[in-house]
C-alpha cells in the first residue's frame, strides 16, 4: 500500500531564513507521481510541483526547489530566503500507476515570523 | 473560468439530517474526486469519478453517495449525519484519470455535525 509520511508537523522560522519540508513515501510501483500543495490560511489547496519516478534531476522555481531522492523514497521542498506570505500547511502527495487515488501525508504547518 | 466550485462554504447539520454538497468545475475535465480533510490526518479520499457515468469508492466512503450528474458536477450526499463527519470537504477535478494530471481543488466546504 502506498503511504506518504511528513514528519515534521510543524515549522516556525524568521523571515529570510531558508526551510525544508521533508517528505517520504511508501510504494511498490516503479511508475508514480509525486506533488506538492500549498494551502494557505484562506483554505485552498494551491498546486505546486509534479514530478515523475523516472526523472530524478532537481527543480528550482523561484526561491523554491525540490530534491527528489528515489534511493531514499523522499521528495523534500525547500524554500530559500522565506517570506511571511509563504505562511501555510504543505502537503506532499503521491499518485502510483495502479489507480486514480493521490495519497495525501497529514501536512507540514510552515510558519514564516517577520 | 472559475475552475472548480463547491456550494456551500459553511454548513452546519444536527445529528440524522441529510444533506448534498454541490461541486462544478469548468475545466473540462473527465475526472473528480471528493476529498475529506480532518486535523492531523491529511486529505483522505472519498469518492471519486474516473470519467462521467463511473464512480469509484476511495479510502473512507461509509456513510456517504455521490452523483456524476455530467461532466461538469459530482455531488456528495450524507443521507443520515454524524458527528464523525465534521470536517473539511474538497471536490478536484484532473484532466483525466492518468498518472500524472495534478488536480484542481475547489474553496473547501466546512461542514459541522452536532
Not at chain 2, 90 to 100: D, H, I, M, R, V
Amino acid at each position: 500500500a502506498q503511504k506518504v509520511t511528513q514528519a515534521q508537523t510543524e515549522i516556525s522560522v524568521v523571515e529570510k531564513e531558508d526551510v525544508t519540508l521533508d517528505c517520504v513515501y511508501e510504494t511498490r510501483d516503479t511508475t508514480y507521481y509525486l506533488f506538492w500543495y500549498k494551502q494557505p490560511p484562506s483554505g485552498e489547496l494551491v498546486f505546486l510541483i509534479r514530478r515523475n519516478s523516472f526523472d530524478e534531476q532537481n527543480e528550482i522555481s523561484g526561491r523554491y526547489s525540490w530534491n527528489f531522492q528515489k534511493s531514499t523514497s523522499s521528495f523534500n521542498f525547500t524554500i530559500t530566503a522565506s517570506q511571511v506570505v509563504d505562511s501555510a500547511v504543505y502537503f506532499c502527495a503521491l499518485r502510483e500507476t495502479s489507480g486514480s487515488r493521490l495519497t495525501f501525508g497529514e501536512g507540514t504547518q510552515l510558519t514564516v515570523n517577520p | 473560468n472559475a475552475g472548480v466550485t463547491q456550494t456551500p462554504k459553511f454548513q452546519v447539520l444536527k445529528t440524522g439530517q441529510s444533506m448534498t454538497l454541490q461541486c462544478a468545475q469548468d475545466m473540462n475535465h473527465n475526472s473528480m474526486y471528493w476529498y475529506r480533510q480532518d486535523p492531523g490526518m491529511g486529505l483522505r479520499l472519498i469518492y471519486y469519478s474516473a470519467s462521467e457515468g463511473t464512480t469509484d469508492k476511495g479510502e473512507v466512503p461509509n456513510g456517504y453517495n455521490v452523483s456524476r450528474l455530467n461532466k461538469r458536477e459530482f455531488s456528495l450526499r450524507l443521507e443520515s449525519a454524524a458527528p464523525s463527519q465534521t470536517s473539511v470537504y474538497f471536490c478536484a477535478s484532473s484532466e483525466s484519470g492518468t498518472l500524472k494530471g495534478e488536480q484542481y481543488f475547489g474553496p473547501g466546504t466546512r461542514l459541522t455535525v452536532t
